[in-house]
């Protein structure tokens, strides 16, 4: 019991007792007390799913029933039946001389870090996207870094789902990586949008089993790359499985293990065009921010979906009426002989190269691409400049094509940001095969631009204050991807801050109902954006603006719940004529 001197009187006795409950306000708490079977309870006012007055609920057999979403609390704890609803807090309560006493500040049992993270937990298990809100907000306002609920959401998506990475968690790590780009408020935003989707994944679907690690773990770490590129290459995902789990075992570091699995995704082409080398990608970056000591949580999850991946070189646009397979085959053929021809040289991009792969014949494209091998350039580099090429065709896309041929350009992009990203992180010389292959598929995109969108003509003069308004103007009405890009662009003529329109983009993102690929395309574009030259970087943040204004308005259901969330932590009402629900 708490101390004496930390009650406060609150009603007679004889008065609750003819009414049966009674509405006091505490130390600024708003409090119900009901008399019900001979005892005296006190409770929250605010129902904790969200926040009617429970005041206003039914007490039957001690268990109070809240009137607007019918959850029920057992009276005397607080403690729910339904788990979507949260426990509601109750007070002490004594009766001293004819009046009711409450102690409107007792003791927590627990932290709110702690049950917030508790409550995370229940939201993902039970795809609850409120109690997610609620979790990530209650957390980050607890002063809890955000890696913590971005380290559960991963480590839950790994778990919990048996066909391994996917898009819930691309999705989570690619709004991790972003969110230095953005708002405060818009971090807790990103963090709820990658955890929904994280448990939109796992809703329903099997836990995923270990394999155990194989006893040889002294194995030569190229042994263990080629044993994990045969069960790849084989379809067997448990072979795969446990020959990656010797190798994390045995204390490989982050760029091997990279590199490993790297080697199996660029094995063949364009492997389900493109989302599983993106998978890869995400998954190390997860481990950049979790750790890279979680590699058996996490690296695992990427097997399953190596294996049974479709690849390129058996659909007829890679065959007919180029074999553009068989061509890439002649040049990895003779891989290693064009790298030692290039070893020791020094290679600058040539001033033509981007027209070149963004021409229309893909012979030219893969000699100059072999050339630049042989003159020197690194997987990094020859990367890099295809990623570029990929992002000008995003920008450049053409909206009378079909709005589905979007995700084409895209998945074009995101996988050439991949190819980049993993070669910067291991140099593995598989990597080359990536870049060559997003080449391609920048090719194969090329009627996508046909004809291109124009860049907008740079406006020196422009106002980036109305620019801001024009571009959030766009998002709100369908058919304004033109007006966004050249909003985008007005803006940094102008001298606008290329950091402020990366947060204008983020926010306007985390405010809609949006698909895995608008969450990709903003995250490679400023991935992409963020070490290049001016001009390179306004051609992808175009693109990005462009991307998102096609995608955009939507129904916004998933800013309404997180709304609600906001409100409640905030200790505002959601209901009531007045409330905006």
Not at 217 to 236: G, I
Not at 287 to 301: K, M, N, Q, T, Y
Request: aromatic letters at 8%; hydrophobic letters at 40%.
């Amino acid at each position: 019991m708490a101390s004496e001197d930390r009650f406060r009187p609150a009603v007679d006795l004889a008065d609750l007792r003819e009414s049966g409950r009674e509405l006091v306000a505490l130390d600024g708490r708003s409090i119900a007390l009901f008399d019900h079977e001979g005892s005296v309870r006190a409770v929250d006012n605010a129902c904790p799913h969200m926040g009617f007055p429970l005041v206003r609920g039914s007490v039957d057999e001690g268990v109070l029933t809240c009137h607007w979403h019918h959850a029920r609390f057992e009276l005397s704890c607080g403690d729910t039946f339904d788990p979507w609803a949260d426990d509601v807090r109750t007070y002490p309560v004594e009766v001293r001389d004819g009046t009711v006493y409450v102690d409107p500040n007792p003791d927590s049992d627990e932290p709110p870090a702690v049950r917030w993270s508790n409550r995370l937990e229940d939201g993902l298990e039970q795809n609850l996207r409120l109690v997610v809100a609620k979790s990530v907000i209650g957390l980050l306002d607890a002063g809890v870094e955000p890696t913590e609920p971005l380290s559960t959401g991963v480590r839950f998506g790994c778990r919990y789902r048996r066909d391994g990475w996917g898009s819930g968690l691309t999705i989570l790590t690619a709004m991790a990586n972003v969110l230095p780009d953005l708002d405060p408020d818009d971090r807790k935003r990103a963090l709820y949008q990658g955890l929904v989707h994280v448990a939109g994944d796992a809703s329903g679907e099997p836990p995923q089993f270990e394999q155990d690690a194989l006893g040889a773990t002294d194995t030569d770490f190229d042994r263990l790359r080629s044993w994990f590129r045969e069960n790849v290459e084989v379809r067997d995902p448990d072979g795969a499985e446990r020959v990656l789990r010797t190798a994390i075992a045995a204390g490989h570091d982050d760029a091997e293990l990279a590199g490993m699995v790297a080697a199996a995704a660029t094995d063949h082409r364009y492997l389900d065009t493109g989302h599983v080398l993106d998978f890869v990608n995400k998954a190390c970056e997860a481990l950049d921010h979790v750790g890279w000591d979680r590699a058996d949580e996490v690296l695992p999850s990427l097997v399953r979906g190596l294996a049974r991946a479709d690849r390129a070189e058996e659909s007829a646009e890679w065959r007919r009426p180029i074999d553009l397979a068989d061509t890439l085959d002649d040049v990895f053929a003779d891989l290693d002989d064009h790298v030692a021809a290039g070893a020791g040289e020094t290679w600058s991009s040539p001033d033509d190269l981007l027209d070149t792969l963004l021409g229309d014949d893909p012979h030219v494209i893969v000699d100059a691409l072999t050339e630049a091998i042989r003159s020197g350039a690194t997987p990094a580099q020859l990367a890099d400049v295809v990623a570029f090429a990929a992002g000008t065709r995003v920008a450049r896309f053409s909206t009378t094509n079909e709005f589905s041929d979007w995700n084409t350009v895209h998945h074009t992009f995101t996988y050439a940001n991949a190819v980049h990203r993993l070669a910067e992180r291991t140099g593995a010389r598989e990597l080359y095969r990536g870049a060559f292959d997003a080449a391609v598929n920048v090719y194969l995109d090329r009627f996508l631009n046909t004809p291109p969108a124009p860049l907008p003509d740079p406006d020196p003069d422009a106002d980036p204050s109305e620019a801001l308004e024009t571009l959030s103007a766009a998002f709100d009405a369908e058919g304004r991807v033109n007006d966004a890009g050249r909003a985008a662009a007005g803006f940094l003529d102008g001298g606008g801050d290329p950091a402020r329109l990366r947060r204008e983009l983020g926010g306007a993102l985390l405010r809609e109902d949006a698909g895995f690929h608008t969450y990709q395309a903003l995250e490679a574009g400023f991935e992409q954006a963020a070490t290049r030259p001016p001009e390179e970087a306004r051609t992808l943040l175009v693109g990005v603006a462009r991307y998102l204004a096609a995608h955009s308005p939507t129904r916004r259901e998933r800013e309404q719940t997180f709304g609600i969330a906001a409100r409640l932590q905030r200790g505002e009402s959601v209901y009531g004529e007045d409330a905006d629900i």
